[in-house]
Each structure stands twice: as structure tokens, then as C-alpha cells.
């Protein structure tokens, strides 16, 4: 259940693919570092499914969410979701939108993240 936003005179595609998994990896990584015997050790592991999580933990209960929180969950996904805008200038376009257009547009990825992709074999 792909949805498309006219941006910048552009028509943007926003669609859960496996593209969008990769993507998310890449800007969304988690570090872990550990004190094992006296040495450090650090890890870090994609965050793909916890970005997701944090972003859809945004609309439980109801809560009121500050618009930088909003924006930094929604940059995240919002962006891994599409491939025709560079990171900055999808970031420019959300910080650009007003308070409903923003709350209308996490409606919307937040759909897109719920919907089961399956295929038939």
C-alpha cells in the first residue's frame, strides 16, 4: 500500500520495500560497548527494527510528542521509505511542514510500516 507526496515538483514513491530495511541500517545503527574482563568491547548492529518501534511508539496512548521528536523518527523512516530525495533534502522538506501536514505525513508512514507485505509462492 504505496502511497505518493508531489515534493519539490518531484513525485515522491514511498513503499516498504527491501530496499527500505538497507537504507534504514545504514542511517540507524545501534553501539554497544561492553567492560569483559577489564577490555572493551564495542559493537555496533543495525537498528532498523528499533527505529520502526520508536517511530510507532510515537502514536501509543494518545501522547502529545514535541515536533523535534517527531521529525527525528519521521526523518528516519520517512526518508528510508522513498529513493528520489538526498537525506538532506528530505530532512529540509519535513522541517518545512507545518504541524498538520507533518502529523498527516507520520499517518500515512505509519500505515506504510503496518501493512503486511506478503507474496504468494
Given at each position: 500500500m504505496a502511497f505518493t507526496k508531489e515534493i519539490?515538483?518531484?513525485t515522491v514513491i514511498f513503499a516498504k520495500s527491501a530496499?527500505?530495511?538497507n537504507v534504514l541500517n545504514k542511517i540507524f545503527t545501534l553501539s554497544v560497548e561492553r567492560?569483559?574482563?577489564g577490555q572493551k568491547m564495542a559493537m555496533q548492529m543495525p537498528g532498523a527494527d528499533m527505529a520502526i518501534e520508536q517511530f510507532k511508539g510515537l502514536f501509543e496512548a494518545d501522547k502529545e510528542v514535541e515536533r523535534e521528536t517527531?521529525?527525528?523518527h519521521l526523518g528516519m523512516v520517512g526518508y528510508a521509505l522513498q529513493f528520489k530525495?538526498?537525506?538532506d533534502e528530505f530532512f529540509d522538506w519535513l522541517a518545512n511542514l507545518d504541524n498538520s501536514d507533518l502529523v498527516e505525513f507520520a499517518?500515512?508512514?505509519k500505515e506504510e510500516l503496518d501493512?503486511?507485505?506478503l507474496i504468494s509462492l
Amino acid at each position: 500500500m504505496a502511497f505518493t507526496k508531489e515534493i519539490k515538483g518531484k513525485t515522491v514513491i514511498f513503499a516498504k520495500s527491501a530496499k527500505f530495511f538497507n537504507v534504514l541500517n545504514k542511517i540507524f545503527t545501534l553501539s554497544v560497548e561492553r567492560d569483559m574482563d577489564g577490555q572493551k568491547m564495542a559493537m555496533q548492529m543495525p537498528g532498523a527494527d528499533m527505529a520502526i518501534e520508536q517511530f510507532k511508539g510515537l502514536f501509543e496512548a494518545d501522547k502529545e510528542v514535541e515536533r523535534e521528536t517527531l521529525e527525528y523518527h519521521l526523518g528516519m523512516v520517512g526518508y528510508a521509505l522513498q529513493f528520489k530525495m538526498d537525506r538532506d533534502e528530505f530532512f529540509d522538506w519535513l522541517a518545512n511542514l507545518d504541524n498538520s501536514d507533518l502529523v498527516e505525513f507520520a499517518k500515512k508512514v505509519k500505515e506504510e510500516l503496518d501493512t503486511k507485505k506478503l507474496i504468494s509462492l
